[in-house]
Protein backbone atom coordinates (compact mmCIF):
# COMPACT_ATOMS: atom_id res chain seq x y z
CA UNK A 1 0.00 0.00 0.00
CA UNK A 2 2.67 2.49 0.68
CA UNK A 3 4.65 1.72 -2.48
CA UNK A 4 1.26 2.66 -4.48
CA UNK A 5 0.81 6.00 -2.02
CA UNK A 6 4.38 6.85 -2.93
CA UNK A 7 3.76 5.95 -6.69
CA UNK A 8 0.64 8.73 -6.52
CA UNK A 9 2.60 11.10 -4.46
CA UNK A 10 5.19 11.33 -7.13
CA UNK A 11 3.01 11.43 -10.05
CA UNK A 12 1.34 14.08 -8.13
CA UNK A 13 4.62 16.10 -7.87
CA UNK A 14 5.85 15.85 -11.29
CA UNK A 15 2.58 16.79 -12.47
CA UNK A 16 2.61 20.05 -10.50
CA UNK A 17 5.81 20.69 -11.10
CA UNK A 18 5.46 20.11 -15.15
CA UNK A 19 1.69 22.87 -14.43
CA UNK A 20 4.48 25.41 -12.89
CA UNK A 21 7.08 24.89 -15.24
CA UNK A 22 4.07 25.24 -18.62
CA UNK A 23 2.71 28.83 -16.44
CA UNK A 24 6.17 29.84 -16.13
CA UNK A 25 6.88 29.67 -19.59
CA UNK A 26 3.57 31.10 -20.89
CA UNK A 27 3.58 33.47 -18.89
CA UNK A 28 7.70 34.95 -20.28
CA UNK A 29 5.63 33.70 -24.17
CA UNK A 30 3.07 36.81 -23.40
CA UNK A 31 5.23 38.90 -22.35
CA UNK A 32 7.53 38.58 -25.16
CA UNK A 33 4.66 38.70 -27.81
CA UNK A 34 3.48 41.83 -26.04
CA UNK A 35 6.55 43.57 -26.16
CA UNK A 36 6.90 43.35 -29.93
CA UNK A 37 3.39 44.81 -30.29
CA UNK A 38 4.37 48.62 -29.61
CA UNK A 39 4.40 52.27 -30.27
CA UNK A 40 7.70 54.07 -30.39
CA UNK A 41 8.77 56.61 -28.49
CA UNK A 42 11.91 57.74 -27.07
CA UNK A 43 14.04 56.44 -24.98
CA UNK A 44 11.32 54.05 -24.25
CA UNK A 45 9.01 52.40 -26.49
CA UNK A 46 5.06 52.03 -24.96
CA UNK A 47 3.75 47.76 -24.95
CA UNK A 48 1.39 46.34 -24.02
CA UNK A 49 3.77 44.50 -21.52
CA UNK A 50 2.31 46.43 -18.15
CA UNK A 51 -1.15 44.67 -18.80
CA UNK A 52 0.85 41.39 -18.93
CA UNK A 53 2.90 42.21 -16.13
CA UNK A 54 -0.11 42.92 -13.73
CA UNK A 55 -2.15 40.41 -15.19
CA UNK A 56 0.31 37.39 -14.59
CA UNK A 57 0.96 38.84 -10.77
CA UNK A 58 -3.12 38.35 -10.07
CA UNK A 59 -3.36 35.03 -12.15
CA UNK A 60 -0.31 33.12 -10.65
CA UNK A 61 0.26 35.12 -7.26
CA UNK A 62 2.95 36.82 -5.60
CA UNK A 63 5.38 33.75 -5.62
CA UNK A 64 4.98 32.28 -9.09
CA UNK A 65 4.24 35.62 -10.63
CA UNK A 66 7.76 36.72 -8.80
CA UNK A 67 9.61 33.68 -10.81
CA UNK A 68 8.00 34.16 -13.74
CA UNK A 69 8.88 37.82 -14.32
CA UNK A 70 12.17 37.22 -13.10
CA UNK A 71 12.42 34.28 -16.13
CA UNK A 72 11.14 36.86 -18.60
CA UNK A 73 14.70 38.90 -17.02
CA UNK A 74 16.76 36.33 -16.89
CA UNK A 75 15.72 34.89 -20.15
CA UNK A 76 16.50 38.48 -21.98
CA UNK A 77 19.63 38.88 -19.92
CA UNK A 78 21.05 35.46 -21.55
CA UNK A 79 20.36 36.70 -24.90
CA UNK A 80 16.86 35.66 -25.60
CA UNK A 81 15.03 38.13 -28.16
CA UNK A 82 12.14 38.53 -25.46
CA UNK A 83 12.30 41.89 -24.86
CA UNK A 84 10.86 45.26 -27.32
CA UNK A 85 12.87 46.19 -29.84
CA UNK A 86 15.21 42.76 -29.99
CA UNK A 87 17.10 42.24 -32.01
CA UNK A 88 17.07 44.90 -33.71
CA UNK A 89 18.67 47.37 -30.79
CA UNK A 90 20.91 44.62 -29.32
CA UNK A 91 20.03 41.70 -26.53
CA UNK A 92 21.24 40.55 -23.71
CA UNK A 93 22.82 41.80 -20.84
CA UNK A 94 23.33 45.29 -22.75
CA UNK A 95 19.90 45.17 -23.94
CA UNK A 96 18.99 45.40 -20.16
CA UNK A 97 21.30 47.94 -19.04
CA UNK A 98 20.02 50.39 -21.89
CA UNK A 99 17.18 52.92 -20.91
CA UNK A 100 14.10 50.24 -20.35
CA UNK A 101 16.79 48.33 -17.82
CA UNK A 102 14.43 50.41 -14.73
CA UNK A 103 11.35 49.35 -16.44
CA UNK A 104 12.46 45.63 -16.62
CA UNK A 105 13.25 45.29 -13.08
CA UNK A 106 9.90 47.23 -11.98
CA UNK A 107 7.83 44.41 -13.84
CA UNK A 108 9.21 41.66 -11.23
CA UNK A 109 8.21 44.80 -8.41
CA UNK A 110 4.66 45.05 -9.72
CA UNK A 111 4.03 41.32 -10.61
CA UNK A 112 4.88 40.36 -6.93
CA UNK A 113 2.78 43.44 -5.43
CA UNK A 114 -0.53 42.81 -7.43
CA UNK A 115 -0.14 39.28 -6.17
CA UNK A 116 -0.01 39.98 -2.70
CA UNK A 117 -2.73 43.11 -2.90
CA UNK A 118 -6.61 41.88 -2.11
CA UNK A 119 -8.71 43.50 -5.35
CA UNK A 120 -11.43 41.44 -4.37
CA UNK A 121 -13.39 44.97 -4.29
CA UNK A 122 -15.26 47.20 -5.64
CA UNK A 123 -14.08 48.61 -9.32
CA UNK A 124 -12.75 52.02 -8.14
CA UNK A 125 -10.85 50.62 -5.45
CA UNK A 126 -9.30 47.90 -8.18
CA UNK A 127 -8.24 50.96 -9.83
CA UNK A 128 -6.62 52.75 -6.85
CA UNK A 129 -5.07 48.99 -6.03
CA UNK A 130 -3.78 48.18 -9.54
CA UNK A 131 -2.15 52.27 -10.53
CA UNK A 132 -0.10 51.26 -7.19
CA UNK A 133 0.98 47.99 -8.09
CA UNK A 134 1.89 49.73 -11.51
CA UNK A 135 3.91 52.31 -10.05
CA UNK A 136 7.40 50.52 -9.14
CA UNK A 137 7.65 49.92 -12.77
CA UNK A 138 7.64 53.58 -13.33
CA UNK A 139 9.51 54.66 -10.66
CA UNK A 140 11.99 52.22 -11.05
CA UNK A 141 12.02 53.34 -14.69
CA UNK A 142 12.75 56.77 -14.36
CA UNK A 143 15.46 56.27 -11.48
CA UNK A 144 17.12 54.25 -14.31
CA UNK A 145 16.56 56.94 -16.79
CA UNK A 146 18.00 59.41 -14.64
CA UNK A 147 21.17 57.14 -13.51
CA UNK A 148 21.54 56.54 -17.29
CA UNK A 149 20.84 60.29 -18.53
CA UNK A 150 21.03 62.60 -16.15
CA UNK A 151 18.65 63.72 -13.89
CA UNK A 152 18.72 67.12 -15.33
CA UNK A 153 16.84 65.60 -17.99
CA UNK A 154 13.43 65.89 -18.72
CA UNK A 155 12.15 62.13 -17.77
CA UNK A 156 8.92 62.64 -16.88
CA UNK A 157 9.00 63.80 -20.33
CA UNK A 158 10.70 60.94 -21.99
CA UNK A 159 9.95 58.36 -19.08
CA UNK A 160 5.89 59.00 -17.49
CA UNK A 161 4.37 61.57 -19.70
CA UNK A 162 3.73 59.63 -22.95
CA UNK A 163 2.28 56.68 -20.94
CA UNK A 164 -0.15 58.02 -18.99
CA UNK A 165 -3.23 57.88 -21.11
CA UNK A 166 -2.37 54.46 -22.59
CA UNK A 167 -1.97 53.41 -18.96
CA UNK A 168 -4.94 54.24 -17.84
CA UNK A 169 -7.38 52.59 -20.13
CA UNK A 170 -4.99 49.37 -19.71
CA UNK A 171 -5.84 49.69 -15.91
CA UNK A 172 -9.40 49.80 -16.51
CA UNK A 173 -9.83 47.22 -18.68
CA UNK A 174 -7.48 45.53 -16.13
CA UNK A 175 -9.95 46.09 -13.32
CA UNK A 176 -13.03 44.86 -15.37
CA UNK A 177 -11.10 41.80 -15.84
CA UNK A 178 -9.66 41.12 -12.34
CA UNK A 179 -12.89 39.26 -11.62
CA UNK A 180 -11.88 36.66 -14.24
CA UNK A 181 -8.08 36.67 -13.49
CA UNK A 182 -8.78 35.96 -9.80
CA UNK A 183 -11.01 32.35 -11.03
CA UNK A 184 -7.67 31.70 -12.80
CA UNK A 185 -6.16 31.86 -9.77
CA UNK A 186 -8.08 30.02 -7.67
CA UNK A 187 -8.07 26.90 -10.44
CA UNK A 188 -4.02 27.33 -10.79
CA UNK A 189 -3.69 27.63 -7.12
CA UNK A 190 -5.82 24.04 -6.53
CA UNK A 191 -4.11 22.52 -9.82
CA UNK A 192 -0.10 23.86 -7.83
Not at 29 to 40: E, G, N, R, T, V
Not at 173 to 192: D, E, T
Request: proline residues 6%.
Amino acid sequence: MKIINHKVAEKLISSKLILTVFLILFSTCLLAISSKIKIPFYPVPMTMQTFIVLSIGITLGPKLGFIALSTYLLEGLIGLPVFSGTPEKGMGVLYVLGPTGGYLVGYIVSAYLVGKINLNYAFPIRLIFLSLALSPIYILGLIWLGILFGFDKPLLEWGLNPFVLAEIFKITLLAILVPKLLNYQKIIKNKI
